[in-house]
């Protein structure tokens, strides 16, 4: 992966420590308005990450791609980009 390893590392590190803190709050249970707060802080947490990789896949993978001349290699990588913005539409 071409993306700062070290920060998506961090960031899901803390993003599993927001979900197991989520956890506690659901076995405590806690206010619905408070947990709900939490789930959309580790959602957008969660979303930033995988900007950063999808990002980082366009500029090594893809550009790498359609650097080699393969029609092939380029289509593949075309129909992933078109796959994950299908996914993130819904």
């Given at each position: 992966?071409?993306a700062n ?5 961090r960031?899901l590190?803390?993003?599993?420590g927001?979900i197991d803190?989520?956890m ?6 806690r206010?619905c308005?408070?947990i709900?707060t ?8 969660l ?7 999808l990002?980082?896949h ?11 001349g393969s029609?092939a290699?380029?289509d593949?990588?075309?129909?992933e ?5 299908d996914k993130l539409a819904r």
């Amino acid at each position: 992966m071409q993306a700062n390893r070290d920060q998506v590392l961090r960031l899901l590190k803390t993003a599993r420590g927001q979900i197991d803190g989520i956890m506690r709050m659901v076995e405590e249970d806690r206010y619905c308005i408070d947990i709900s707060t939490q789930l959309m802080a580790t959602e957008s947490l969660l979303a930033r990450v995988n900007a950063d990789v999808l990002k980082a896949h366009v500029e090594h993978c893809v550009r790498t791609a359609a650097d080699s001349g393969s029609t092939a290699e380029k289509d593949e990588k075309l129909q992933e980009i078109a796959q994950v913005i299908d996914k993130l539409a819904r």
